[in-house]
């Protein structure tokens, strides 16, 4: 049975890797993959002679939308995201801090089909699920998230799922520190993300990977939002982290570490951690070594002015007043040195569906427009390591967005999202 054949229509098209506008803009799009981008005659010499190459008529079967004046780009990425907590019960900052204690996991779950629904119709197709320590069983929630997204069940981006984030006992992430928990109350296992010492943080790895883990998430330093814990410290030793990563890249599994600290952040570079989220407080000597490494780097940098800290506890603000504003002086200087920046938002510390507002933020901090996006779709791509998105090109998915007007001129359109194809199927016309 052939595949059913879609065309879109539209006064602009953005080639993310040229920059370049096209207009008028037609995709053709058959089951789940871009067929072709241009349906333009094509003109060319050969051996002297101008030939012209008319494009394949399109099948009269073929579903046809107009989309008006509208520019089509690849759908977008968010590199840090956390589906299970925040949405429609608390839909701005900080989640809950009791959820870990009062969500079950079957709600906790259903919470996340709500807030993937939401991700998805803001033009985020592909996200990284980088989860928190949350008391399941062992249960990886975001991998049958995933599963049932794929399979059509509910809505939501392609995740690559981290399962449990790993933190050492007293760790960032682990959540007594968030709530401040007496002893015995929440008792966590390794197969939950607790791991001290280099056998378990190695037991711990695999059985993510075991039970469907597509990137590892490690805690590396202290945080922002968590009690006892200083956000510069490195958590881990300099063996755990190679220990761990270890186990991942011997799978084929990418690494991504919570780092705020300068010496964490150093520690995971030397031990080959793959990617660093926030990276708030690097030093430029720290900055080149993340250039030296090719090091990801997924700053998440528009919470520091969209997470809402003012319910938080004294010595919590106080905290994200002396770490945010480091935070956008240092993503300035990794932009200029060349860092190999991806786009992350660490929702629900923005709420979700406000994913594109980092996209303004990296252009606050010294990005053009292009980079930013570039930054949501082809680098974030580079960063999850797959080559089939990213782009508007022939052979790739049919993940494709539409903004009104030039979201190269303006970022801020990209919260305007009209339009949202996923795998060729259409999940918003507006």
């Given at each position: 049975?052939?595949e059913?054949?879609?065309v ?9 890797d040229s920059?370049e506008?096209r ?5 053709v ?5 871009i067929v072709?981008?241009r ?6 010499e050969?051996?002297g ?6 494009p ?5 079967s073929?579903?046809?939308l107009?989309?008006?004046?509208v520019t089509l ?6 590199m ?11 839909p ?5 801090p ?8 079957v709600y906790r ?12 119709h803001?033009g985020?197709t592909t996200?990284?699920?980088l ?9 990886l929630l975001?991998?049958d ?8 069940w509910?809505e ?11 933190t ?5 992430l682990d ?7 007496a ?8 197969e939950?993300?607790?791991a001290n010492?280099?056998?378990?943080v ?6 993510q990977i ?11 330093s ?9 956000a510069g410290?490195?958590q881990?030793s ?6 761990i ?10 690494v ?7 010496a964490?952040?150093r520690?995971?570079i030397r ?5 660093i989220?926030?990276g ?9 070594m993340?250039?030296?490494h090719?090091t990801?780097?997924v700053?998440t940098s528009y ?5 809402d800290v003012?319910?938080a506890?004294?010595?919590?603000q106080?905290?994200?007043?002396e ?12 932009i200029?040195a060349?860092?190999?920046i991806?786009c992350?938002t660490?929702?629900p510390a923005?709420?979700h569906g406000?994913?594109?507002k ?8 010294g ?6 996006i ?9 960063l999850i390591?797959?080559?089939d ?6 052979g ?8 009104p ?11 305007d999202?009209?339009f949202?194809m996923?795998?060729?199927r259409v999940y918003?016309?507006?």
């Amino acid at each position: 049975m052939t595949e059913p054949i879609t065309v879109l229509r539209a006064a602009r098209l953005l080639d993310v890797d040229s920059g370049e506008l096209r207009s008028p803009a037609t995709v053709v799009v058959q089951g789940n993959r871009i067929v072709s981008v241009r349906r333009e005659p094509a003109s060319f010499e050969v051996e002297g002679y101008r030939v012209t190459a008319e494009p394949p008529a399109i099948p009269a079967s073929a579903t046809v939308l107009d989309l008006g004046d509208v520019t089509l780009l690849p759908g977008l990425m968010d590199m840090e995201i956390n589906l299970l907590i925040g949405g429609p019960d608390n839909p701005t900052g900080l989640p809950n801090p009791m959820h870990g204690v009062q969500d079950d996991p079957v709600y906790r779950t259903l919470r996340a089909t709500v807030n993937a629904r939401t991700t998805l119709h803001a033009g985020f197709t592909t996200v990284r699920n980088l989860g928190l320590m949350v008391k399941t069983g062992g249960y990886l929630l975001d991998v049958d998230l995933g599963r049932a997204i794929e399979q059509g069940w509910v809505e939501g981006p392609r995740i690559v799922s981290a399962g449990h984030a790993i933190t050492p006992t007293g760790g960032h992430l682990d959540p007594t520190m968030f709530q401040r928990l007496a002893p015995h109350i929440m008792p966590l296992s390794v197969e939950e993300g607790r791991a001290n010492g280099v056998p378990q943080v190695r037991e711990c790895v695999r059985y993510q990977i075991k039970y469907g883990a597509g990137v590892i998430k490690i805690s590396a330093s202290g945080g922002v939002m968590s009690h006892g814990t200083v956000a510069g410290a490195q958590q881990y030793s300099d063996e755990e982290l190679a220990a761990i990563v270890d186990e991942a890249h011997r799978a084929g599994i990418r690494v991504a570490a919570h780092a705020h600290g300068d010496a964490g952040i150093r520690a995971c570079i030397r031990a080959g951690v793959d990617c660093i989220e926030h990276g708030s407080l690097a030093t430029d000597d720290t900055i080149a070594m993340m250039v030296e490494h090719g090091t990801f780097l997924v700053p998440t940098s528009y919470l520091s002015e969209g997470l809402d800290v003012s319910k938080a506890a004294p010595a919590l603000q106080q905290k994200a007043a002396e770490v945010f504003p480091k935070a956008r002086a240092m993503l300035t200087k990794a932009i200029a040195a060349g860092v190999r920046i991806a786009c992350g938002t660490d929702a629900p510390a923005v709420p979700h569906g406000d994913n594109a507002k980092e996209l303004w933020a990296m252009v606050d901090r010294g990005m053009t427009p292009l980079q930013a996006i570039r930054a949501a779709t082809v680098t974030s791509a580079e960063l999850i390591n797959v080559d089939d998105r990213g782009r508007l090109a022939p052979g790739l998915l049919a993940d494709i967005i539409a903004v009104p007007g030039d979201p190269t001129a303006d970022i801020n359109l990209l919260q305007d999202v009209r339009f949202v194809m996923k795998d060729g199927r259409v999940y918003k016309n507006t």
